[in-house]
């Protein structure tokens, strides 16, 4: 079974980048689309950006879209997500999330079978 672990969360000022890493263990990565959700306190989760297998394929919230990259490293088993230009509204907890059916590009949490722990994300106006 994957096991994922986010990292890179923390306090940022608005305008300015962090970069997420989500770093997998235990399976095959490979053989996984990949997605990033986010969680605000009082609110639902929301969708931030999906990755299929390969990396080639990517699809964004429209919340992100523009400012948000998702990238992945089938090599080093992580998927990252670069974060520029940050507003206090992405202040969230960012969660990773695994898709086994490795060409899908969901938007949808239900579709992840695979999800990590969580990091916080703050950004101060």
């Known amino acids: 079974q994957v096991q994922l672990v986010e990292s890179g969360g923390g306090l940022v000022q608005a305008g300015g980048s962090l970069r997420l890493s989500c770093a997998a263990s235990?399976?095959?990565?490979?053989?996984?689309?990949m997605g990033w959700f986010r969680q605000a306190p009082g609110k639902e989760r929301e969708f931030v950006a999906s990755?299929?297998?390969?990396?080639?394929?990517?699809y964004y919230g429209d919340s992100v879209k523009g400012r948000f990259t998702i990238s992945r490293d089938n090599a080093k088993n992580t998927v990252y997500l670069q974060m520029n230009n940050l507003k206090p509204e992405d202040t969230a907890v960012y969660y990773c999330?695994?898709?086994?059916?490795?060409?899908?590009?969901?938007?949808?949490?239900?579709?992840?079978?695979?999800w990590g722990q969580g990091t916080q994300v703050t950004v101060s106006s």
């Open positions: 235990g399976g095959t990565f490979s053989s996984y689309a």
């Open positions: 999330a695994g898709d086994s059916r490795a060409y899908n590009l969901n938007y949808k949490s239900r579709a992840y079978e695979l």
């Open positions: 990755i299929t297998w390969s990396g080639i394929d990517r």
